[in-house]
């Protein structure tokens, strides 16, 4: 069941520009969490927000809830060469507090 | 990918053979996870534990079979009857399964095991 839906699908900018991924989901959450990929590689923990939270920071990374809208967006900025990678989101529905549903990703490159 | 490991890294298979990707960690995590990706998706769970002895088919269970006899341990049979097997499979601890208002906790995960049905 694949609650969180990403866009864009993939995206395609310049060193030193910011990036921003926008993720929509569907039932009421505890919590939502951003994780990176790289090609071939596993998945790393970027960030979570809970649901009574709004924005979070760190470091180059801004991630925004609106449980009004059931949305959430990762702006990345100035971004680098090595950013480029997948970006997932991951709900945490509240009807089951353990498991995480996966967006299909978005596709970052960042081009030198 | 620090503290979970998995083996193989590329894994070979011919149809109708019955196949075990091992996944350890040395976190002491008690929650498990096992998720498979399919090129340009996200990912889709397929088992999960809450603690050792224990666990729980998740979205994509067929086909796949699990044990959790050690807190460490967490290895995945993909059989035969699972009709399409050629994916990229990730394993995946937490701390804890999660809690009540809080929901789980961020997931550490292995490197993944890519498996190919000749």
Redesign the interface.
């Known amino acids: 069941?694949?609650q969180?839906e990403e866009d864009p699908q993939a995206l395609s900018i310049q060193e030193g520009e910011n990036a921003t991924m926008n993720c929509s989901y569907k039932t009421s959450?505890?919590?939502l969490?951003w994780?990176r990929q790289n090609s071939?590689?596993?998945?790393?923990?970027l960030i979570?927000i809970?649901?009574n939270e709004r924005e979070k920071h760190s470091g180059r990374l801004r991630v925004t809830l609106d449980t009004s809208k059931k949305s959430s967006s990762l702006l990345i900025t100035a971004s680098r060469a090595a950013d480029t990678a997948s970006y997932?989101c991951a709900t945490?529905p509240?009807s089951?507090?353990?498991?995480?549903?996966?967006?299909?990703?978005t596709t970052l490159q960042v081009k030198p | 990918d620090g503290g979970i490991t998995q083996s193989p890294k590329y894994l070979f298979r011919k149809e109708g053979q019955n196949v075990t990707l091992s996944c350890e960690q040395n976190l002491n995590h008690d929650a498990m996870y096992w998720y498979r990706q399919d090129p340009g998706q996200g990912l889709r769970l397929i088992y999960y534990s809450q603690i050792v002895n224990d666990f729980q088919k998740g979205d994509i269970a067929e086909g796949y079979s699990v044990s959790r006899e050690k807190k460490e341990s967490f290895p995945l049979t993909v059989t035969s009857a699972q009709k399409n097997p050629t994916a990229f499979y990730l394993c995946a601890s937490s701390p804890i399964f999660g809690q009540p208002g809080q929901g789980a906790h961020e997931q550490f995960f292995g490197p993944g095991t890519r498996l190919t049905v000749l």
Do not use: A, D, E, P
């Not at chain 1, 071939?40 to 923990?45: I, S």
């Not at chain 1, 089951?96 to 990703?105: A, C, D, E, M, S």
């Open positions: 069941s694949q969180g959450i505890n919590n969490q994780y071939g590689r596993g998945l790393v923990h979570l809970r649901s997932f945490v509240r089951n507090t353990g498991k995480l549903i996966f967006g299909q990703g």
